[in-house]
Every structure is written in C-alpha cells, then in structure tokens.
C-alpha cells in the first residue's frame, strides 16, 4: 500500500552537514531534489550523464549559498561494476562516509506494444532503471553504514505497481524497482541504521513525461519543485525508522 506524508515542513536545516548522492541530478526532479537538498544544508554529489548539465547545477546551488558540492560524470548505460566500485572509493577519500543516496537517473524507452519492443531499448532500460541502481546501492552500502542514519530512496512509479499497456521496459523496471527495495529494506531491518524507501512522483513537469505524453501541456502537470517534501521527509531524520515503503509525492 502507497502512503503519503500530508502536511510536512521541514526544517530549514533539515540535512545540516549531511553527505547526499543524487543520480540523474542534472535535469528533471534529480536537478530539483539535489538543489532542495543543498538549501537544506547538505553537501551534495551531483551524478549524471552531462558534464555541463552538472556544472550548471553546481553553479545555481553555489549562487543560492548552499555547500560547496561535488560533481561526478557517470554515464550509467555504459558503466559496470568496477566504475560504481571506483566511484565508491572516491566518495569514501572525499567525504568518510554516505547519509543519503536518491536514485532518480531513468530513462523512459519506447511507448509501444511488447511485440514491437526493440530488444537493445529493452536491455538499455534494465541497465540505467535497475541495474545500475542495485550496482550503485551494492558498492554505496558500505559508505551509508558508516552514517548514524542512512537513507536509500528509489524512485517508482504506478506503472511500476499495476502494469499498463505500452509501457514496457520502463513499467517492468519500475516493478523490479519496487522489488529491489523491498527485498533491500527487510535484509536490512534491525540490522543497521539504513532506511529504504520509495517515491513515485507522479505526473511530474519533466523532459521525461513530455516525452511520455507530447500532447499534454506543460502547464497543467505539477512542477518538481512542488513534490519536494516527500523527498525531504525520506531523506531528512524525520523519517528515521521507516523503511520498506512506497511513498506517493502527490496526493
């Protein structure tokens, strides 16, 4: 069963001194999430595909006043298990230790039906969705342990809780998602100090969604910047003892 948060207002120094990773942080509600989460005080690495997308980012979040962030490149359809091990060892020399990682990167793959699915779409979209969220997660958990309150945020989605037609790969991997941190949450329950959970945005004003649906108008969707508080909760001390849940940002 989905839950929501109602009513929450964070504290202005909700993430104060917190180390937060955000995949796909350069465009779409990752962009939105890392420069919420740097007004709230954390110090935030920037992962995505686009170099100039993440400096970008990086600017706004220093012009705003926040904590100087990092910035690291991955492209997650290339990448395997030695760049997510890599990457693990250069958060772990910078910063000591993970709070929080949001996986927000995805891709969207085609619209159509399963018998005219291209199989190389299908295959990128396990690779980006699941794959490299489990690598990512798998080379991290280490670092979130050493955190007094570590947090794993996986993004849903309802397609990803009942199937709909012509949504292929990207429903599927959104099932797997929703697998991925249940299986996560009870392997850690009791066990350490780490939370999973995860968030389906819903309709959200991104590339992705217009995408999905090139005759909706952008205006009547809801801006990334109004579903932040779910991302806050989740991510903030707030939230310290749930896990295992999927969390609707809307309603």
Request: zero cysteines.
């Amino acid at each position: 069963m989905s839950e929501t948060i109602g009513n929450y207002t964070p504290a202005p120094d909700l993430l104060k001194d917190k180390i937060i990773l955000v995949t796909g942080a350069g465009d779409g509600i990752g962009r939105t999430a890392a420069r919420t989460y740097a007004a709230h005080g954390a110090t935030v690495i920037l992962l995505g595909r686009t170099t100039a997308k993440l400096e970008a980012v990086y600017d706004e979040i220093e012009e705003a006043g926040g904590p100087q962030p990092a910035i690291f490149p991955m492209d997650l359809n290339e990448a395997k298990i030695d760049a997510f091990e890599h990457f693990a060892e250069a958060v772990e020399q910078e910063f000591g230790r993970l709070d929080g990682l949001l996986h927000s990167a995805g891709v969207l793959g085609q619209r159509t039906p399963i018998a005219n699915y291209h199989f190389a779409t299908w295959e990128q979209v396990m690779r980006v969705n699941v794959n490299a969220a489990f690598g990512l997660t798998k080379a991290l958990l280490p670092l979130l342990e050493e955190s007094p309150a570590g947090s794993i945020i996986f993004t849903g989605s309802s397609v990803g809780l009942k199937g709909r037609a012509f949504w292929g790969a990207y429903s599927v991997s959104k099932f797997a998602t929703e697998g991925l941190m249940q299986v996560l949450a009870d392997e850690l329950d009791g066990v350490s100090n780490i939370r999973v959970n995860s968030i389906n945005p819903g309709a959200t004003r991104t590339n992705m969604r217009a995408a999905a649906y090139p005759a909706e108008d952008p205006r009547t969707v809801t801006r990334a910047e109004d579903i932040m508080p779910t991302y806050l909760y989740l991510m903030g001390d707030d939230s310290r003892g749930v896990s295992g849940k999927q969390f609707n940002a809307q309603g």
